[in-house]
């Protein structure tokens, strides 16, 4: 655990607040207003009850919001992401879902989806599978490839699209596969607090989603480090992606606000897409038949 120094609490003079009476104010909740509830931005599959007559579609993530995907090491993680990316945009993307409907509401906000770990060419892959899926290329889908730049590089990046580009107006989801490497130390509480802290301003600001790629603890269903610990606990959604041996089992860990999707597994087809498949189904109906409940 990292040891904590006393200066590290000691106000710094760039940092205090002037006018700090009025910025305070400025905080005040007025609950008298009616606030909308946030638009979705992604969502997987529908309440199985109905309220009049309507079925409610299940939160991945919403606007002004973060939500994470987190696994073990190869767990097909990379493949979800690809899944739900091709799914935002629509067209073709439902031959690979069977009955499970997964879809977007971005309209013709941008994603961005940035990759900070593959080599040019499986970025250049993974990249392809979302015109693939949909059938074409959708004007508003960018990938990045960020492998080659370093952490400080990362977050000035980071900050620019966020807060500077030409995006940042119609910025719909940003997709970072992964998260760990905008961060020097993953289990510097310091660091990992204040990167948590831009995301936020990042997604507030602009009042869109994104979603962040981490990895798991070693034989463990935690979030690694201080920073998913810290990550996980600002986000709406987390996502666990387990490696079953020819599928993968995509499941809600917690959600914020709603209720969760239910558990669904993937498959990788001889094209290298990732598509749903009936896995959970069949181990349900082969339990049933073994009289194992």
Known sequence: MEKLNIK????????????????FKDTIIDITQIVDRPPLAVSIGYDDKAYGGVHYPLKFGSMG????????????????????????????????TDTLEIKGYLGDKYLISIDTEQS???????????????????????????????????????????????????LGMVILD?????????????????????????????????CGLLHLNPNSDKIRGHLGTILGQKA??????????EYSECKCKVVR????????????????????????ERLE?????NHIL
């Open 8 to 23: 590290d609490f000691e106000i710094n003079t760039e940092d205090v607040i002037e006018n700090i009476s009025d910025v």
């Open 65 to 96: 919001n973060i939500s994470l995907i987190t696994g073990q090491e190869k767990s097909r993680k990379t493949f979800v992401k690809s899944l739900i990316e091709a799914c935002t945009f629509g067209g073709k993307s439902n031959f690979y």
């Open 120 to 170: 040019l060419y499986d970025s250049v892959m993974t990249a392809k599978r979302v015109p693939h899926m949909v059938g074409s290329m959708p004007d508003n889908y960018i990938s990045l490839m960020w492998r080659e730049k370093s952490t400080k590089e990362r977050l000035q990046l980071l900050e620019w699209l966020y807060m500077e580009s030409s995006y940042k107006e119609n």
């Open 178 to 210: 992964g998260v760990v490497d905008c961060v020097q130390d993953f289990n510097s509480l310091t660091e990992c607090k204040e990167f948590t802290e831009k995301l936020m301003k990042y997604t507030s600001v602009t009042n869109s989603h994104l």
């Open 236 to 245: 709406e959604m987390v996502m666990i992606v387990e490696n079953k041996g």
């Open 257 to 280: 606000g709603g209720k969760p999707f239910k558990p669904f597994t993937i498959q990788i087809d001889d094209q290298w897409m990732p598509y749903v498949s009936d896995d959970l």
């Open 285 to 289: 109906n082969i339990n049933k038949e």
